[in-house]
């Protein structure tokens, strides 16, 4: 074991073991490091790109389609090819690359499972470590797990098709540098598990598929798309090989959807409603908006016309060219009391009909109980098919800019600020101490959940704004809240998470992700 490896201008903080020793081999490192020089500057230009076009939104503008790019949305084209393997999506499951949770996902009665390294797992290093190498012994099929108790957990002859989702552009990895600095997390995990799985993969009749999370630009989806054909070039394969589906989960991202699509052309097979971080994005890029405040998150549903609207215009610009619009995510998890899981079923299958009925081709579930209810959902609609690429949608009125900022109706109430509270808290306590993925009341909540609940308090504080009751938000009448919920946990565990939450909720500017100053708290 040593303390620290030094390869050319990269620099591991951390100590190799066994892990670091199978996964940072003298290859691996070498890819990852002519992806980082290769790509880092622009990654940094992409970063203040952001930073500029936030702070037009805070002085007023509101999003829009570019007219630049005018030509893109309305002349005639199509993606490339899709592989046989994913032309099916009807049901993909999504969580953290934890030994049993791959086993019991890869296993569950769904078409996809994405092992997401960004919204539901905390980037400690032996985390990160852990993860590749699961993935990798799930590509080879060797992947198991022995309990406490002695129960073994085994893949099944044909589990689910395996994508990996890699960290956002904003996300660095601390514990790798180069020439001083940390490297970003997103290159990390692409590099890592398309060196060690591509030929794997391949060989078996599937491939590297990836998904893209966070995206605020089509100039981000040329980075993503250099980054592919550099690796594709790098290894004798054809273009196109490597397969991503890119999330819109950020308010301006929706508005270049064509143009998404347009500059990974090659490489793309679909966009997906991340509808948890959309609404966390609306609120982020708004925030300045005193008249587009959300209500308690309980009143964010789906049946929000600005949300639909969102969904009928990504179901509607990725079937005129070829690509799949993936729905999204139902936070409910099954209940053990009887009647309580009835009524998440009955929730689930309304949200999972809701988008089958808008012609989504699949849908995202977090736990394997409900695979059989979304999958009902969707074998009912698409009967013989495969997925819904011939739904249109081409009488639809056009989708405008008005009805995708719309306002959203519902009531602000100390019950939901307190509920936010707790999430966010809870959530916190959680990540901070290595779980990403966490169930609280009924709900899985993750990054993007947590996001929605700190921010909506921010914004409610900063637009001076008063519960149903009457009662005025502050930063006082939080801080009150946030002790007495603090209070009643009971349990020292939450004292750091309870004083990040008050300073990224109390702050003047608000914190663009609770996982910056998050990281800087995990080893």
């Known amino acids: 074991m040593t303390d620290t490896i030094i390869h050319s201008d990269l620099t591991f903080t951390q100590p190799f073991s066994h892990a670091e020793k199978q996964l940072l081999t003298p290859e691996a490192q070498q890819f990852l490091l002519e992806l980082v020089t290769h790509f880092s500057a622009e990654r940094e230009r992409l970063l203040v790109l952001r930073q500029r076009r936030q702070q037009r939104y805070d002085a007023g503008q509101l999003p829009d389609f570019d007219m630049e790019t005018a030509s893109i949305r309305e002349s005639a084209w199509r993606i490339g090819t899709i592989p046989d393997d994913l032309l099916d999506r009807r049901v993909e499951i999504t969580g953290p ?80 540098q180069w020439q001083g ?49 550099f690796a594709e070039d790098r290894f004798q394969l054809p273009r196109g090989t490597i397969k991503v589906t890119v ?20 490489h793309i097979v679909g966009l997906n409603c991340g509808r948890w971080d959309y609404i966390f994005s609306y609120i982020k890029t708004l925030r ?73 081709d699949g849908t995202w579930i977090a736990h394997p109980g409900l695979a059989d209810t979304a999958m009902a959902v969707f074998d009912a609609a698409l009967d013989e098919r495969q997925n819904q690429l011939d739904v249109l949608r081409e009488n639809d009125a056009p989708v405008d800019a008005a009805q995708l900022l ?37 709900l899985m909540e993750d990054a993007a959940t947590a996001e929605i609940a700190r921010t909506s308090i921010w914004q409610w504080i900063h ?35 309870a004083r990040l939450m008050a300073q990224i909720t109390t702050e003047d500017e608000l914190v663009s992700f609770l996982t910056l100053p998050g990281y800087r708290l995990i080893p």
Not at 250 to 264: H, K, S, Y
Not at 309 to 334: D, E, N, Q, W
Not at 409 to 427: D, S
Request: proline letters at 4%.
């Open 247 to 266: 999330l819109i989960e950020t308010l301006p991202a929706v508005f270049q959807m064509d143009e998404i699509l347009w500059n990974l052309r090659d």
């Open 288 to 360: 300045q908006h005193g008249d587009r405040i959300l209500p308690d998150r309980q009143s964010i549903t789906m049946a929000q016309p600005f949300l639909d609207a969102y969904s009928r215009l990504l179901v509607k610009t990725c079937h005129r060219r070829g690509a799949f619009a993936m729905g999204g995510m139902s936070a409910l998890i099954p209940a053990k009391e009887r009647a309580r899981n009835e009524w998440v079923l009955q929730r689930v299958r309304e949200d999972k009909q809701r988008e089958a009925d808008n012609g989504h």
């Open 181 to 229: 600095k940390a490297i970003p997390g997103g290159l990390f995990d692409f590099a890592l598990y398309f060196f060690h799985n591509v030929s794997a993969l391949l060989s078996k009749g599937s491939g590297p598929y990836f998904y893209l999370p966070k995206s605020e630009s089509w100039q981000e989806a040329a980075w993503w798309r250099e980054i592919f054909c």
């Open 97 to 176: 690359p934890e030994r049993k949770m791959v086993i019991n996902a890869l296993n569950a009665n769904v078409k996809v499972y994405m092992a997401d390294f960004e919204d539901s797992l905390t980037p400690q290093w032996d985390k990160l470590m852990e993860g590749q190498q699961t993935l990798c012994e799930a590509v080879k099929g060797t992947l198991s797990f022995t309990s406490e108790s002695g129960k073994i957990y085994q893949l099944r002859a044909a589990p689910a098709v395996l994508m990996c989702r890699v960290r956002g552009l904003h996300l660095d990895e601390k514990h790798v």
């Open 463 to 497: 637009h001076q704004q008063t519960l149903s009751d009457g009662q005025p938000v502050s930063a006082e009448s939080f801080l009150r809240m946030l002790d007495e919920e603090r209070c009643q946990l009971n349990d020292a565990r939450y004292d750091d998470a």
């Open 406 to 442: 719309a306002p959203c109706a519902g009531e602000r109430t100390e019950a939901g600020m307190r509920a936010n509270i707790r999430v966010a808290l809870r959530y916190l306590e959680a990540w901070l101490g290595g779980n990403g993925c966490v169930p609280i009341d009924g």
